[in-house]
């Protein structure tokens, strides 16, 4: 354990989810299987730059009600809620949805389905303004999410003017090609495709938005944690929107 932090939940079946709070700031964080689930003040308000990317994308849209696949630590959905956004999140484990309660402020207005997100959304009659895809098995996306045919039928579920899609990517490095080729499979569903992200950087993340993305705004930071702020705000000035390579 690190100096000055508190293990809030060494789950005793599963020794890789740890969840920490550290005693000076108050900052909440998630690890499961190595990985960083996710990193929030004491109020649930998210500490990391992607997140607020897709938070401002989605209020510049304007969305009202938001499709979440992925739950993390459900920074996402507490800080849409706190505008008065609906939020629905789907995960396919049920421990994620909890402690995303438990530790980092989910709302109970927040609607949850402990699912798989494209079976979810097979299933689903409902229409979003926005879906959002945060959700990984190790460094990738599952395979089900991958399929054309997942992509046909999140564009199913949108509707408005201002519908958008939009996907959290990890990337390695600036030689990773994963981001790129992922944006390509999405122009084959959508005409217009953005992809944000940082070059320089190792082990970041991208933004893909699909649908009506074409006045997005770079991000700027509109939601401000208890502490990080200027952090924040320089990590969100590093990010762009850039070409596609090849």
Same mark, same amino acid.
């Given at each position: 354990?690190?100096?000055?932090?508190?293990?809030?939940?060494?789950?005793?079946?599963?020794?890789?989810?740890?969840?920490?709070?550290?005693?000076?700031?108050?900052?909440?964080?998630?690890?499961?299987?190595?990985?960083?689930?996710?990193?929030?003040?004491?109020?649930?308000?998210?500490?990391?730059?992607?997140?607020?990317?897709?938070?401002?994308?989605?209020?510049?849209?304007?969305?009202?009600?938001?499709?979440?696949?992925?739950?993390?630590?459900?920074?996402?959905?507490?800080?849409?809620?706190?505008?008065?956004?609906?939020?629905?999140?789907?995960?396919?484990?049920?421990?994620?949805?909890?402690?995303?309660?438990?530790?980092?402020?989910?709302?109970?207005?927040?609607?949850?389905?402990?699912?798989?997100?494209?079976?979810?959304?097979?299933?689903?009659?409902?229409?979003?303004?926005? !879906?959002?895809?945060? @959700?990984?098995? +190790?460094?990738?996306? /599952?395979?089900?999410?991958?399929? #054309? &045919?997942?992509? $046909?039928?999140?564009?199913?579920?949108?509707?408005?003017?201002?519908?958008?899609?939009?996907?959290?990517?990890?990337?390695?490095?600036?030689?990773?090609?994963?981001?790129?080729?992922?944006?390509?499979?999405?122009?084959?569903?959508?005409?217009?495709?953005?992809?944000?992200?940082?070059?320089?950087?190792?082990?970041?993340?991208?933004? !893909?938005?699909?649908? @009506?993305?074409? +006045?997005?705004?770079? /991000?700027?930071?509109?939601?401000? #944690? &208890?502490?990080? $702020?200027?952090?924040?705000?320089?990590?969100?000035?590093?990010?762009?929107?850039?070409?596609?390579?090849?």
């Amino acid at each position: 354990m690190k100096l000055g932090n508190r293990r809030l939940h060494p789950d005793k079946g599963d020794a890789s989810l740890v969840i920490e709070q550290n005693n000076v700031s108050g900052r909440v964080s998630y690890w499961y299987g190595g990985a960083h689930q996710s990193v929030a003040d004491a109020h649930g308000i998210s500490l990391a730059d992607y997140i607020h990317a897709i938070y401002w994308f989605l209020r510049q849209t304007r969305a009202r009600n938001v499709l979440m696949i992925g739950c993390g630590g459900g920074t996402l959905a507490t800080m849409l809620d706190r505008d008065g956004v609906n939020v629905t999140v789907v995960d396919i484990d049920a421990r994620s949805i909890e402690l995303a309660r438990r530790y980092f402020n989910l709302p109970d207005a927040v609607t949850t389905h402990v699912a798989d997100g494209a079976e979810f959304l097979r299933r689903t009659r409902g229409k979003y303004d926005a !879906i959002v895809l945060d @959700a990984y098995n +190790g460094g990738d996306f /599952p395979d089900v999410f991958k399929k #054309p &045919a997942y992509l $046909a039928s999140v564009k199913a579920h949108l509707t408005g003017a201002n519908a958008i899609y939009l996907e959290n990517m990890l990337v390695d490095d600036d030689d990773d090609r994963a981001p790129d080729n992922r944006a390509r499979l999405l122009q084959q569903i959508w005409p217009d495709v953005r992809l944000l992200d940082c070059d320089g950087w190792v082990d970041r993340n991208a933004v !893909i938005a699909a649908g @009506a993305v074409r +006045g997005l705004r770079k /991000p700027k930071l509109i939601l401000r #944690p &208890a502490r990080g $702020a200027k952090k924040l705000e320089r990590e969100l000035d590093s990010l762009c929107f850039r070409r596609l390579r090849s």
